[in-house]
């Protein structure tokens, strides 16, 4: 088992410095930009007196409080701001299903399966009934 040694081929025993790493440098950061750099610094917690007490919140939380203080307070930009944020964070109203959604969906369903009518499952459930009480059906 020869190795081939020759131009950019090295032999084996002088291939590699001891204590030298191949990847000296390692990879470089991920380059992160402006929303996560501004997410990792609102997720950052800091110290906030209130009522006396001293209270560890993130920073994300700071500055709602800061802008409800200042609405409160009667400023009007902070107001605006606020309206808007309440306007675009409102939750949509929850799906209620009608009879026009339900007949689209067993006309979806019925290009792949035929109905199954409640009238049909009853000779089968009868079926069952006669078994020996476990719900296994056995061919002894």
């Known amino acids: 088992m020869d190795k081939k040694v020759g131009f950019k081929n090295p032999p084996v025993k002088y291939r590699f410095r001891k204590g030298q790493s191949g990847n000296a440098r390692g990879r470089p950061p991920k380059v992160k930009n402006a929303s996560t750099l501004l997410a990792m610094e609102l997720d950052k917690l800091i110290i906030v007196r209130e009522n006396g007490r001293e209270t560890k919140i993130t920073k ?47 006309a979806f369903i019925g290009q792949f399966a035929k109905p199954i009518e409640p009238e049909s ?17 056995r061919a002894d």
């Open 60 to 106: 994300r939380e700071a500055l709602v409080i800061s802008l409800v203080n200042d609405a409160i307070a009667g400023k009007n930009q902070a107001r605006a701001l606020l309206v808007k944020i309440i306007d675009v964070s409102t939750p949509v109203d929850p799906f209620v299903r009608t009879a026009e959604d339900d007949a689209a969906f067993q």
């Open 121 to 137: 499952l009853e000779p089968e459930l009868q079926h069952r009934d006669e078994g020996d009480g476990d719900g296994h059906d």
